[in-house]
């Protein structure tokens, strides 16, 4: 059985992402070049290949590894950490993410992932709200035991 637990890996440690998640989601695009013949219908399409995968979490800070952020404080800690835990300051500092974890330990995960943004919403006191965009270079959802 598969348990969602989205995670930040690093060869510094791993990071689970705050919970609840509102929403995950993954944009696939694939480039292709076209031919269009004058005076005809249509158009011919070859050389279809994969980009690299856009990412895209909302969620709230209401815990975090198991553990309840009550507080605004608590909620507030949890905030930094994920902003440190995403910070990429260069194309070697890639990561990778994980979506699911089964019972036997493998993972289903992108690798040589980056940040690309994170949006923030500290205005409700009772829980924070954050948005985060994440682009994986290869776009296999890799499956197996972690790297």
Request: overall charge negative; some cysteine.
């Amino acid at each position: 059985m598969l348990t969602f637990g989205p995670t930040l890996i690093r060869d510094s440690g791993t990071y689970e992402l705050p919970r609840p998640i509102l929403a995950f989601n993954l944009r696939d695009a694939w480039d292709f070049e076209s031919f269009k013949v004058p005076l005809r219908d249509g158009e011919s399409l070859t050389g279809h290949s994969r980009n690299a995968v856009d990412i895209t979490i909302d969620g709230q800070i209401g815990s975090q590894s198991g553990q309840l952020r009550l507080d605004e404080q608590a909620m507030f800690e949890t905030l930094e950490d994920l902003r440190a835990a995403l910070h990429v300051s260069g194309p070697e500092q890639t990561f990778l993410l994980s979506l699911y974890q089964d019972q036997d330990g493998f993972h289903r995960y992108f690798s040589n992932c980056t940040t690309v943004r994170l949006d923030s919403d500290l205005s409700n006191k009772h829980l924070f709200n954050f948005s985060i965009q994440i682009r994986a270079a290869d776009p296999t959802i890799h499956h197996g035991l972690l790297p």
